[in-house]
């Protein structure tokens, strides 16, 4: 895996530039620990260390890399790879989901009603295609911070941005969805 | 009041100011915000409607996509691949999702082995009911293992696991739904769920919802193993989801008991219904009952009739009243037998039996009578002695007269009588006393120190059954009837004297604490601290007795036969006192037996076991000598005895497993084994026994990780690496085994066979010249053990080996004859001579042995064993085709 080093060095810069396939090589090779950091990331309340998640992806991007320069051109196209493919990840997995069935005669196979959340991310992750031709950046954000899910701080630190520019990108991003979630909200321009 | 750039202190861009008033406003009461937001931005109108903006929004907004998307997952409860519970267990994949619990194939990296995972559907109470814990008790091929229960806190909230052994196959119900099984395949299975029942129910944990999804198939290289699974899981899982009807009372609708409908909780008798069910669906490929019928309704529940052996049993396990069904599943299970089988297992038994009780040993000439009639003739002795000798006599005969036995009666005849009736010699009791046996002999007295020569004859015949000979202190004499009396009774087969052998308070304490340092194997200490109770009460058997035990195992600690001697010579002393000391004889075995005097010991335990016939340890040395007479039923037998009078006593199931190992039953071997390994987790041994004969069965990869968890739990310990080594190099990977070999050998004490080992090693890896080395030390080495074991067929074995693999072809010739001779019936001797004629180059010889070698022994030798020129041959093909054993 060393030796692909410089192969996930090329791969983000290909992947920053637009490339497409760059990109699923590069969920292929960061998907069994994103799986692993998901789930600690989802582990009830994070008990306030807040870098913990982003000491989680950048150890996954240390043991890539098998360097611990601070590149932070790749570091932070890193981390959005990370959130993009968290993202992909969490739709795969919800949209895989059987159809909720409920039958008092099969009980092998007892299942809850709908999951509300589930289908939040699902419009969620639609929206995001229209977002990401408008806004990029934002795209950026909601990945990271919905769906790799760190925090404010991590997720400043992880973009390399100020907090503050990244709190006001925030809110403006779920601004823009939250109007188009719901037909009764008019949007508004957020300037 | 606005916040002044050019003011250094605080704040500079302006996304930051903005942020900084936004959150600020919303930290006071909704209320409150407007003003704050008008008074902090002051004159600035735009900053202010920026900042407007984002608290309006925010109030509008509130939480929306504030709680990260992952908890998706949370909610799911699911485990994903690659995930690791307890920094232990790995995730593999989803199993199945049936019932109330998931099922995942997870790999133990600690153990480094393949296991099961099994924890509750999300939704459902996520804690496991204490009836588990039992199930995890249990240990039978039949019954899936679980092993511990664990609680984990991530994903999620906290929810309970167990792990348990993978088991590859499908379930009973998919089987049937193929098709049924044919009759020998569905009795093996009735068989086997019947075994793993029984013994569910004998440690008390009742399955509660047995069905056929329940049972799994699984594959192995000795046939179907049908494994019950899901113990005491069904009921207490309460779920949470909405209510369904069966699945509130804990079973599944066409196996439940009519009394469990009606809310009686689950018992062995309903586990019986249950297994009617699952006998109805062997026997016809489908339920007895409609099972669309709503549950409730009374039962107007007719099984359809069956045309079927079976169909009797089955009814009776339907049977609607619990009190009428069978009261135990080992009744299931015999009445499945069909008749005529039944009556030849029954008597199977009691030839077993008989074999061991007409196994007694030489010395019971004349003993068969009914009533036992002994003269006691008054010893030779000089006239100053006389009286002293008469009087000790009649002490012994006071005593005999103490003997009650059920099936034979002893009468004494009297001193008196034998003098009153002129019998001076003991060929003349028979006739004229009526005698059966005599007991004569002198007394000699020198000093105050009495000797006294004693024999004890069979009238009729003449036939001396026994000598004696002994010496006493004037202060000992008190002994001499006791212990005269005991070498009657021991010679005639006859219950002991209830003289309870006692050690007195001043040597008590010396004497139980040595007894105690004896069990921890301190035996230095225990010898120092027996021979100090033996000065303090110089009266007592017992401090002999335990004094010799304790020399006895520093021999085998140290090998040096001084302590045998010493050893031997307490034993008399004891036996002086009261022979009829279990202990004694027990002992006085185990010296026999080292000596290589298997006759002599096999008696000394049997008289050990008329004494206490509960001695487990006298059983299970009994095995011992019998193995290593070759006598295997009856060491098997012996080992069996041991067991069910110390059940849960180790080393009574490592021995079984040695035997069953070295007679290639290597099922049973792996029982035994685990029942060793569950009893004693942490003993490296156990775990070496376990691997031996997992890998002799063909278990590599579990094999495997029993052999690491040895070597983990006792990294020194020669006998795990050096038959880590052996397995090694049995496949295919001598240079891995080199090394092993030779830590083996360094750590000592040195062995042949370890040497041989390395040979083979050496020889595979292409190493002739020091393959020759090694096997030479090997050699010298067995030669000495030999001389010492001469009776020890199976080193006489490994010894031809030895010679043919170093070139002296004749001695491997002449070896390996004597060793066929002396154990026809020994697997392990035929391996190792199986071996030693192909190094030698005869192959008909080889094929010869090959022939009544069992199935599994053949499989094992066509695996594992360096048969290079054999393997060529088409016989040797053709036997493995013939005999199926690929």
């Known amino acids: 895996m060393a030796s692909e080093g410089a192969d996930i060095t090329q791969l983000l810069h290909e992947w920053g530039a637009g490339n497409r396939e760059a990109e699923n090589e590069l969920f292929a090779m960061v998907m069994p620990d994103l ?28 043991r890539l890399i098998a360097a611990r320069n601070q590149d932070w051109q790749n570091r932070r196209h890193f981390f959005a790879i990370a959130a993009r493919a968290m993202r992909r990840y969490l739709i795969d997995h919800a949209r895989a989901r059987p159809d909720v069935r409920f039958t008092a005669l099969d009980i092998d196979d007892l299942l809850p009603g709908v999951n509300p959340s589930l289908n939040l991310a699902l419009t969620i992750d639609r929206l995001l295609e229209q977002m990401a031709a408008m806004e990029p950046e934002w795209c950026q954000i909601v990945e990271i911070k919905y769906f790799l899910g760190l ?13 503050r520019t990244m709190q006001r990108s925030w809110r403006d991003a779920r601004q823009w969805l939250f109007e188009r979630l719901e037909p009764g909200n008019a949007p508004r321009s957020a300037q | 009041m606005p916040l002044d750039p050019r003011n250094n202190e605080i704040i500079v861009t302006n996304d930051e100011l903005v942020m900084r008033l936004v959150e600020q406003a919303l930290d006071r009461p909704a209320e409150d915000r407007e003003g704050y937001v008008r008074k902090a931005c002051g004159e600035d109108a735009s900053l202010f409607e920026i900042v407007w903006h984002y608290v309006t929004w ?3 907004m509130k939480s929306f996509l504030l709680h990260p998307a992952g908890s998706l997952l949370a909610e799911e409860g699911e485990l994903e691949p690659g995930l690791v519970l307890e920094n232990r267990f790995r995730i593999v994949r989803k199993v199945s999702a ?19 995972i099994k924890c509750a559907k999300a939704g459902f109470d996520a804690r496991l009911p204490p009836e588990v814990r039992h199930a995890s008790e249990i240990n039978h091929p039949n019954v899936c293992k679980t092993w511990e229960i664990h609680t984990a806190s991530h994903p999620g909230p906290d929810f309970d696991f167990f792990t348990m052994e993978f088991i590859e196959g499908k379930t009973l119900a998919e089987r049937l739904r193929e098709g049924p099984l044919p009759d020998n395949e569905a009795r093996i299975v009735a068989n086997q769920l019947c075994a793993g029942l029984a013994e569910a129910h004998r440690h008390q944990v009742i399955h509660g919802d047995l069905k056929s999804n329940n049972i799994l ?4 290289t000795d046939g179907t193993r049908a494994v019950i699974t899901d113990f005491g899981l069904a009921r207490p899982w309460s779920a949470q989801g909405p209510g369904v009807m069966s699945g509130d009372l804990g079973g599944t609708p066409g196996y439940m008991a009519p009394e469990l409908l009606k809310g009686e909780r689950p018992s062995a008798a309903s586990d019986i219904y249950a297994l009617g069910v699952i006998l109805h669906e062997l026997a016809a490929g489908r339920m007895p009952f409609d099972s669309t019928v709503p549950l409730g309704e009374p039962a107007v529940r007719r099984p359809p009739l069956l045309r079927h052996p079976w ?8 049977e609607p009243d619990p009190a009428r069904r069978y009261p135990e599943v080992s009744e299931v299970a015999a009445a499945l037998i069909p008749f005529p089988l039944r009556r030849w297992s029954a008597i199977a038994a009691a030839i077993a039996i008989a074999a061991l009780a007409g196994a007694i040993g030489y010395r019971t000439i004349g003993v068969s009578q009914e009533v036992i009639r002994l003269a006691v003739l008054p010893f030779a002795t000089d006239a100053d002695s006389k009286s002293l000798s008469d009087g000790l006599l009649q002490d012994t005969t006071d005593r005999l007269r103490q003997v009650r036995d059920k099936s034979r009666k002893l009468t004494v005849i009297p001193m008196r009588d034998a003098v009153q009736n002129k019998v001076d010699a003991p060929e003349k009791a028979a006739t004229l006393l009526g005698a059966t046996h005599v007991l004569s002999g002198t007394l000699h007295r020198d000093n105050g120190r009495v000797t006294i020569h004693s024999s004890l004859m069979d009238a009729r015949s003449r036939l001396p059954l026994k000598e004696w000979d002994a010496e006493y202190q004037p202060n000992e004499l008190r002994s001499m009837p006791v212990a005269l009396a005991g070498m009657v009774t021991g010679s005639l087969r006859l219950p002991p004297l209830a003289t309870a052998a006692t050690v007195n308070a001043a040597a008590y304490a010396d004497f139980a604490a040595g007894v105690g340092l004896l069990q921890r194997d301190s035996v230095d200490g225990a010898i120092a601290l027996l021979e100090r109770a033996v000065a303090a009460d110089p009266d007592s058997p017992l401090t002999y007795a335990r004094l010799a035990d304790a020399q006895e195992r520093k021999y085998d600690l140290s090998l040096d036969s001084i302590w045998l001697d010493r050893a031997r010579s307490d034993l008399q002393e004891a036996q002086r006192r009261d ?20 006759e002599e010991a096999e008696s000394d335990l049997r008289r050990a076991l008329e004494i206490d016939p509960r001695d487990g340890d006298a059983w299970r040395r009994l095995g011992l000598v019998f193995q290593d007479n070759n006598r295997f039923g009856e060491s098997i037998v012996s080992f069996r005895k041991a067991i069910e009078v110390q059940p849960d006593y180790f080393p009574n199931h490592m021995d079984l497993c040695t035997l069953y190992t070295q007679q290639a039953n290597y099922d049973e071997a792996v029982q035994q084994c685990r029942k060793v390994v569950e009893l004693a987790p942490d003993l490296s041994d156990g775990h070496v026994g376990l691997a031996i004969s997992l890998f002799c069965r063909g278990n590599y990869a579990e094999a495997d990780s029993e052999f690491l968890r040895s070597t983990e739990l006792d990294p020194a310990s020669a006998t795990a690496i050096f038959s880590q080594a052996f397995a090694f190099a049995s496949r295919g990977r001598p240079r891995e085994a080199i090394p092993l070999f030779r830590r083996a050998i360094e750590i000592g004490p040195a062995w042949y066979l370890m040497y041989s080992g390395l040979g083979t090693a050496h020889r595979l890896a292409g190493n002739p010249a020091a393959a020759r080395k090694a096997y030479q030390s090997g050699l010298d080495l067995a030669e000495k053990d030999l001389e010492k074991h001469p009776r020890y067929t199976i080193l006489r074995a490994q010894l031809a080996y030895l010679c043919a693999r170093v070139g002296e072809r004749g001695r491997a010739e002449s070896e390996a004859i004597q060793a066929r001779e002396l154990a026809p019936a020994s697997v392990e001797v035929a391996w190792w001579l199986v071996q030693a004629w192909d190094a030698i180059g005869k192959q008909d010889e080889a094929l010869a042995l090959l022939q009544h070698v069992p199935d599994d022994a053949l499989r094992r030798l066509n695996r594992e064993a360096d048969l290079a020129d054999l393997r060529r041959s088409s016989r040797f093909q053709q036997l493995i085709a013939l005999r199926h054993v690929e």
């Open chain 2, 58 to 60: 925010d109030e509008r």
């Open chain 1, 151 to 163: 925090s404010d701080e991590e997720a400043a630190e992880a973009l390399g941005i100020k907090l």
């Open chain 2, 579 to 598: 022979p009829d000391l279990s202990l004694l004889w027990v002992v006085s075995g185990r010296i026999n037996e080292v000596r290589g005097r298997y």
């Open chain 2, 311 to 318: 169909r009797r049993v089955i009814a009776r396990c339907l």
């Open chain 1, 35 to 62: 799986r692993r950091l998901a789930h600690h990331l989802m582990k009830g309340e994070r008990k306030g260390h807040s870098l913990q998640a982003t000491e989680l992806v950048n150890q996954i991007y240390v």
């Open chain 2, 217 to 220: 198939l699984a594959k192995g």
């Open chain 2, 98 to 116: 049936g019932g109330m619990g998931v099922v995942y194939e997870a790999r133990d990296e600690k153990l480094g082995r393949r296991i099961a």
